[in-house]
């Protein structure tokens, strides 16, 4: 079965410009997660999705943190304006259900570097 | 927040010894534990969970041990194997809520 695919796999910008990510999930799974991985640590959640429903981004940087997930499928991650400390890895996961005991499937990630 | 915890940063070890990597969680109420492996420039790998009815989990050549009265899980890799060498996190969650993950341990291993 195919993975997670995510790309692009690395993305250099400047301060205030912007970026995307984008997330293609396992086929058929329902929830969708973005975490940030800060050198050095351990991945921190951004946003949930269940389908195309936001179940979770109380650790979403609203003011320049955008996600959305059409049609329960594909999701992007948007960073507008970026900022140094969004310097990271952006991991795009994926589970059949959103509930605990629920494995979830890691892509590649994408590494983003603000100069 | 959240604190989940690693005891130790770096680990080595030598090829064909058993490792041991520990890790501190703050939240009583967690019940469900899982140990991903992460290797260079690749995402989290599940390696095996746990739930908080139980103490002992075995997968091949790897055993999860929680001890929730001090709030402590640890993996245990048998023979460990220089394609072992990655960083692992534990990370935790209950009912409701997101998984929290430690900041992880750099596993390497001496052939």
């Known amino acids: 079965e195919a993975g997670v695919a995510q790309s692009p796999r690395y993305k250099i910008i400047e301060k205030r410009q912007s970026v995307a990510f984008w997330c293609n999930p396992i086929s058929g799974h329902a929830t969708l997660y973005w975490y940030q991985q800060i050198l050095g640590q351990g991945p921190k959640l951004l946003i949930q999705f269940q389908n195309n429903g936001v179940v979770d981004d109380s650790q979403l940087p609203k003011d320049r943190f955008s996600a959305e997930r059409l049609k329960g499928v594909d999701s992007t991650l948007k960073i507008q304006p970026a900022k140094l400390e969004d310097s990271a890895v952006y991991l795009c996961a994926s589970s059949l259900f959103g509930r605990s005991y629920n494995e979830q499937f890691f892509g590649p990630g994408t590494r983003l570097t603000v100069l | 927040g959240e604190s989940v915890g690693l005891h130790l940063p770096t680990l080595s070890v030598q090829e064909g010894d058993n490792s041991i990597i520990n890790c501190a969680y703050s939240?009583?109420?967690?019940?469900?534990f899982i140990w991903y492996k992460q290797e260079s420039g690749k995402g989290p790998q599940f390696i095996i969970d746990?739930?908080?009815?139980?103490d002992k989990r075995q997968g091949q050549r790897v055993t999860v041990l929680l001890n929730k009265t001090v709030k402590h899980l640890s993996l245990q890799i048998a023979a460990t194997q220089p394609g072992d060498s990655a960083v692992y996190f534990c990370a935790e969650t209950f009912p409701g809520n997101q998984f929290y993950f430690g900041t992880g341990t750099s596993l390497t291993v001496i052939p």
């Open positions: 746990i739930r908080s009815n139980m």
């Open positions: 939240n009583s109420a967690s019940d469900y």
